[in-house]
């Protein structure tokens, strides 16, 4: 998701944002759900007697405090960089939801006790992929890709584990007090986006409440969850000491070529500098190897480096000629935070942790928590496989009979690229999809279509004042043993998505 904002030359939209794209013969197809096909696919209202009290408040304003409210949010997204800029060099503030989510302390807890669980899991599977040829074909890399983790393999400590992860999902936090019945769909390990955005979006919301004289609400540790950059930070910190070097210079590796798009790597910088961490953007190809320092930029050591850049696209700009010799020096020195192996990723890995042909290596705990919150899923081609219901089906002909119950995704696509959902298709469109998805065989995935629950919120309305209005609602989540944080997204449509009247969802809790 947040990895998809493009940094390319051509103005699109904010697809790190898309969640959910409904396609027809490739084109964006109007959604017109019966009924039942709704409740398959849209969840139940997510609201609470805190959310209610919220839009009371807001609902109460007239039109002049509609208009402080709205410029308080202005104001402090300008201050805090929230924020993207267009090929054109404009800036634009990312829209931000009005009304909050509240997670529970408890639902905190407990969604860092199963993302505890996932992160060990997918490493010790993953650990395995230059070995097993089945894993190698479930997991599908390009062999220049391969190169990379062949370098990374042998670095200090266990470079599986040295991966920072975002894990996004659907989950109700009114009505399922323990978030025992989260969804996770997919994950993002590489790259990684909403670090920033998320922190800024709970500071520029609890800014603007004030400002209206609605108190009680936190962004503490405790009632909200942590702040993203922190755990980010207290990461990149527990990474050096295990690759067994002090932390004096952290560099945020990206392709500079591109000048548009997400702002976070430099509010992240920021942030990190402001903490007393020397933190610099620097471009790829930038990093040189001294025979005494090891690598560098511009002749000063670097500790470690945040790879905020994709292998493909390093592979990419090798073959047009690029010197990467510091990064691979760094890969095989265990510096690249994420390792190579966060470019394991796939959508395909829901089935390595899901089906019993891989995933022999989890433990007992690990294997409930992915039965429970882990949406059945299987890289599509010709062959035989576990149902949803543990039964043999021939894969093909059952997501073929199955669309109302299924989407199909491209395995490395992000930003909900091609992402196709069975209930809102029409059957010819499914087929044709299905169809090509196997005529390149393990480049698409099926899986089980999961509910998004929709959240209850504002906007201005006749005359100024809020109107109520509902929109569909999801999460990622960052975990590491110094806390869980989120980032929320919302938009009216299923297609979570900035540019067609999404948003940011801001995480706050109550005092």
Not at 99 to 116: E, F, K, M, N
Not at 210 to 239: F, M, N, T, Y
Request: charged share 25%; hydrophobic share 40%.
């Amino acid at each position: 998701m947040f990895r998809d904002l493009p940094r390319t030359g051509k103005d699109t939209t904010l697809c790190e944002f898309d969640t959910i794209v409904s396609q027809d013969n490739g084109d964006r197809v109007k959604l017109r759900r019966s009924p039942a096909r709704s409740a398959r696919f849209a969840g139940r209202l997510d609201i609470g007697d805190i959310d209610r009290e919220i839009l009371a408040a807001l609902e109460r304003l007239d039109a002049a405090q509609v208009r402080e409210f709205r410029t308080a949010v202005d104001e402090a997204s300008d201050r805090l960089g929230l924020d993207y800029v267009r090929d054109s060099g404009e800036r634009i503030l990312i829209p931000v939801n009005p009304t909050p989510a509240l997670p529970t302390r408890r639902q905190i807890t407990y969604l860092g006790s199963v993302l505890r669980a996932f992160t060990f899991g997918v490493a010790r599977l993953v650990s395995r992929r230059l070995d097993d040829p089945k894993l190698a074909a479930a997991l599908p890399l390009g062999a220049d890709e391969l190169a990379w983790l062949r370098i990374g393999r042998d670095a200090p400590g266990n470079p599986p584990t040295h991966v920072f992860h975002r894990w996004d999902c659907a989950t109700d936090l009114s009505h399922d007090s323990a978030a025992m019945h989260a969804k996770f769909f997919e994950v993002n390990s590489v790259d990684v986006g909403g670090i920033h955005y998320a922190a800024a979006t709970r500071q520029v919301l609890l800014d603007a409440f004030q400002k209206i004289g609605v108190r009680g609400l936190s962004i503490d540790r405790a009632a909200a969850g942590s702040d993203p950059r922190l755990v980010l930070l207290d990461e990149v910190k527990a990474h050096a000491k295990t690759i067994g070097r002090p932390l004096k210079f952290l560099a945020i590796a990206e392709n500079q070529d591109f000048t548009t798009g997400i702002t976070e790597a430099a509010s992240i910088a920021t942030f990190f500098c402001d903490r007393g961490l020397n933190t610099e953007c620097v471009d790829v190809r930038a990093f040189q190897v001294h025979r005494r320092k090891g690598v560098c930029v511009r002749g000063r050591p670097v500790d470690v480096i945040y790879r905020n850049i994709e292998l493909r696209d390093l592979v990419e700009l090798e073959s047009a000629g690029a010197d990467l010799a510091g990064m691979k020096a760094a890969a095989a020195a265990g510096q690249l935070f994420s390792s190579p192996f966060g470019e394991l990723d796939h959508k395909s890995l829901w089935e390595v942790l899901g089906s019993s042909e891989f995933n022999g290596q989890l433990t007992p705990l690990e294997k409930k928590m992915v039965a429970r919150h882990i949406p059945w899923t299987r890289l599509l081609c010709e062959r035989r496989t576990d149902g949803p219901n543990g039964k043999s089906v021939d894969l093909t002909s059952y997501v073929r009979r199955q669309r109302s119950w299924l989407v199909m995704k491209p395995n490395q696509s992000c930003g909900g690229q091609g992402v196709t959902i069975g209930p809102v298709t029409s059957q010819r469109a499914w087929e044709k999809t299905l169809d090509d998805a196997l005529a390149a065989p393990n480049t698409w995935v099926a899986q089980e279509l999961i509910s998004i629950p929709r959240r209850r919120t504002v906007v201005p309305g006749p005359g100024g004042r809020f109107r109520a209005k509902e929109v569909y609602a999801v999460y990622g989540l960052f975990c590491s043993p110094f806390g869980v944080a989120f980032v929320g997204r919302a938009s009216s449509r299923p297609v979570v998505n900035v540019m067609q009247g999404g948003g940011m969802l801001g995480i706050l809790g109550r005092e």
